[in-house]
């Protein structure tokens, strides 16, 4: 090979056609196709309708590859189709080019055989991937040709072809490099590409998908990628009344809100201290009397979740329906809707001393700064819980908590952490600290608030975002970036979403 002294990424113009050509047909000089290149006319017309899909890479100032390609609505091909569907045949050739497609469509990708070797077709891949991101497309998509078919065919099923390729059990030199460009086989494509002796005849649809791809006018208000969490560690101590506490409440609604907060987070049973006045009660008979201002804290969140545009997540309190008692929580939107969670797994000493009983609903709720999750500190205990929650898209899980000992903190803390790695997601904790000698079954609180991330190179290398001095009030600030988890979920060191044995287990609600 010569020497080289330069390498360029342009847009084909047609003053490259002539070599073009030629270096099409020196490409698929084994290959018997009923055309081994495209007319003038055709690069002609697939420049004027889309010239930035159309990409030619030279060294040495010699043209060495080419990747053609146009734009599509995914939908309108979503079910088996040809390589002359997609390009339109005579006159209409690359009339299928729609220029407000959400897809890109590969039409052609080649290298010259004496640069191979060199990655250049990676650099075409990654021109393609940043136009996807640059133009907001869903991604790309291609019938990919499996040359070395025709040598297994009496004995294998593309189907059965394509799983011994994944597993390196068969070499194939194009299927084998567009699964490491992270492109997925989405179906067979039977007769897809006329005279392709060596596929037999078929091809693979293969995806690439943009994970910053935003649907268009899908919402008034476009989801924030970048979100700012403000977490409060709340002090335990006495109040005269609701009204005393609420004030409290609203200064750290205030105090977040001043640094332009998404979120406000309150601990669990952050209204504990209004017990004391029925401290000559029994302990359940006590909770109850608490569960009395439930609907008129919520109603105030509500409202000052509108005045200081905030989403708040409440904290947790408890609730009677019918005759049972519940630890609740609310999601208070700064739109002024709302959303309720419940505890699942109540502790062993909320049944003994309250009689308290578990919830049943979980779900992700959708918010202007995407999905989140609420569990309520013993439930981030449980690993199935916060993995239907990813499923459902959350990205971020809020976990309110009252721990009384520093080993019930480290059991949530620790839980919490891990919640975070394993779902690729962030994990916001808070909690209460102080003291409530006058309150029965309340009597010390022990919390470090705290931000986890993924444990990976975009992130902390402990997966420590922020974390809150121990057991002291204070506020916590922390900004998480949502598309970082996507560059996660698909370029990872590890990918524990992905890489799940879903053929061997499955999650579900009942």
């Given at each position: 090979?010569?020497?080289?002294?330069?390498?360029?990424?342009?847009?084909?113009?047609?003053?490259?056609?002539?070599?073009?050509?030629?270096?099409?047909?020196?490409?698929?000089?084994?290959?018997?196709?009923?055309?081994?290149?495209?007319?003038?006319?055709?690069?002609?017309?697939?420049i004027?309708?889309?010239?930035e899909?159309?990409i030619?890479?030279?060294?040495?100032?010699?043209?060495?590859?080419?990747?053609?390609?146009?734009?599509?609505?995914?939908?309108?091909?979503?079910?088996?189709?040809?390589?002359?569907?997609?390009?339109?045949?005579?006159?209409?050739?690359?009339?299928?080019?729609?220029?407000?497609?959400?897809?890109?469509?590969?039409?052609?990708?080649?290298i010259?055989?004496?640069?191979?070797?060199?990655?250049?077709?990676?650099?075409?891949?990654?021109?393609?991937?940043?136009?996807?991101?640059?133009?907001?497309l869903?991604?790309?998509?291609?019938?990919?040709?499996?040359?070395?078919?025709?040598?297994?065919?009496?004995?294998?099923?593309?189907?059965?072809?394509?799983?011994?390729v994944?597993?390196?059990?068969?070499?194939?030199?194009?299927?084998?490099?567009?699964?490491?460009?992270?492109?997925?086989?989405?179906?067979?494509?039977?007769?897809?590409?006329?005279?392709?002796?060596?596929?037999?005849?078929?091809?693979?649809?293969?995806?690439?998908?943009?994970?910053?791809?935003?649907?268009?006018?899908?919402?008034?208000?476009?989801?924030?990628?970048?979100?700012?969490?403000?977490?409060?560690?709340?002090?335990?101590?006495?109040?005269?009344?609701?009204?005393?506490?609420?004030?409290?409440?609203?200064?750290?609604?205030?105090?977040?809100?001043?640094?332009?907060?998404?979120?406000?987070?309150?601990?669990?049973?952050?209204?504990?201290?209004?017990?004391?006045?029925?401290?000559?009660?029994?302990?359940?008979?006590?909770?109850r009397?608490?569960?009395?201002?439930?609907?008129?804290?919520?109603?105030?969140?509500?409202?000052?979740?509108?005045?200081?545009?905030?989403?708040?997540?409440?904290?947790?309190?408890?609730?009677?329906?019918?005759?049972?008692?519940?630890?609740?929580?609310?999601?208070?939107?700064?739109?002024?809707?709302?959303?309720?969670?419940?505890?699942?797994?109540?502790?062993?000493?909320?049944?003994?001393?309250?009689?308290?009983?578990?919830?049943?609903?979980?779900?992700?709720?959708?918010?202007d700064?995407?999905?989140?999750?609420?569990?309520?500190?013993?439930?981030?205990?449980?690993?199935?819980?916060?993995?239907?929650?990813?499923?459902?898209?959350?990205?971020?899980?809020?976990?309110?908590?009252?721990?009384?000992?520093?080993?019930?903190?480290?059991?949530?803390?620790?839980?919490?952490?891990?919640?975070?790695?394993?779902?690729?997601?962030?994990?916001?904790?808070?909690?209460?600290?102080?003291?409530?000698?006058?309150?029965?079954?309340?009597?010390?609180?022990?919390?470090?608030?705290?931000?986890?991330?993924?444990?990976d190179?975009?992130?902390?290398?402990?997966?420590?975002?922020a974390?809150?001095?121990?057991?002291?009030?204070?506020?916590?600030?922390?900004?998480?970036?949502?598309?970082?988890?996507?560059e996660?979920?698909?370029?990872?060191?590890?990918?524990?979403?992905?890489?799940?044995?879903?053929?061997?287990?499955?999650?579900?609600?009942?």
């Open positions: 090979m010569q020497n080289i002294e330069n390498v360029e990424l342009s847009i084909l113009s047609l003053d490259d056609y002539q070599e073009l050509k030629t270096t099409m047909i020196e490409a698929y000089t084994n290959v018997s196709l009923a055309s081994a290149y495209w007319e003038e006319q055709h690069i002609q017309s697939l004027s309708k889309f010239p899909g159309q030619v890479i030279k060294v040495n100032n010699q043209l060495a590859g080419c990747a053609l390609s146009i734009r599509i609505n995914d939908a309108d091909f979503n079910d088996a189709h040809t390589y002359d569907d997609i390009t339109g045949t005579g006159k209409d050739t690359f009339n299928t080019h729609n220029d407000d497609g959400d897809t890109l469509y590969g039409i052609d990708v080649f010259k055989a004496e640069f191979r070797g060199l990655r250049l077709g990676r650099r075409l891949y990654d021109y393609r991937k940043e136009l996807c991101e640059r133009l907001n869903k991604g790309i998509t291609f019938g990919g040709r499996i040359p070395n078919y025709h040598k297994y065919s009496n004995e294998l099923s593309p189907k059965q072809y394509i799983d011994k994944k597993r390196k059990e068969i070499h194939d030199p194009v299927l084998n490099f567009q699964i490491s460009n992270d492109f997925h086989p989405a179906r067979i494509l039977k007769g897809y590409l006329e005279g392709d002796k060596g596929s037999n005849n078929y091809a693979v649809l293969l995806k690439w998908n943009n994970i910053y791809y935003e649907e268009i006018n899908k919402k008034e208000v476009p989801t924030k990628m970048l979100v700012r969490l403000g977490l409060i560690q709340w002090q335990m101590r006495p109040y005269k009344n609701l009204d005393e506490l609420m004030e409290q409440v609203e200064y750290f609604v205030d105090a977040v809100a001043g640094y332009r907060s998404d979120f406000a987070l309150f601990p669990e049973f952050f209204n504990a201290p209004l017990m004391a006045e029925n401290n000559h009660l029994s302990e359940p008979q006590a909770i009397e608490l569960a009395k201002h439930t609907e008129t804290i919520v109603q105030k969140f509500t409202d000052l979740a509108i005045s200081y545009n905030i989403n708040i997540i409440t904290g947790s309190m408890p609730e009677i329906i019918g005759d049972r008692l519940y630890n609740v929580g609310y999601l208070c939107r700064r739109d002024g809707t709302k959303e309720r969670f419940e505890k699942l797994h109540v502790t062993p000493d909320e049944v003994k001393v309250w009689g308290m009983d578990g919830g049943s609903q979980l779900q992700a709720f959708d918010t700064c995407g999905k989140i999750g609420v569990l309520i500190c013993y439930d981030s205990e449980f690993p199935e819980l916060s993995r239907i929650l990813a499923d459902e898209g959350m990205d971020i899980l809020f976990v309110p908590f009252l721990t009384d000992t520093q080993n019930g903190y480290s059991r949530v803390r620790n839980c919490s952490h891990a919640r975070a790695i394993e779902n690729e997601c962030y994990v916001a904790i808070a909690g209460g600290v102080g003291n409530l000698p006058k309150v029965h079954n309340m009597d010390i609180q022990y919390a470090q608030s705290a931000v986890f991330t993924p444990c190179f975009a992130f902390p290398a402990n997966g420590i975002k974390e809150a001095t121990p057991n002291t009030e204070m506020i916590l600030i922390a900004d998480v970036d949502i598309y970082l988890l996507r996660l979920n698909q370029f990872g060191s590890v990918k524990n979403l992905k890489d799940r044995r879903t053929d061997l287990f499955e999650l579900r609600k009942r």
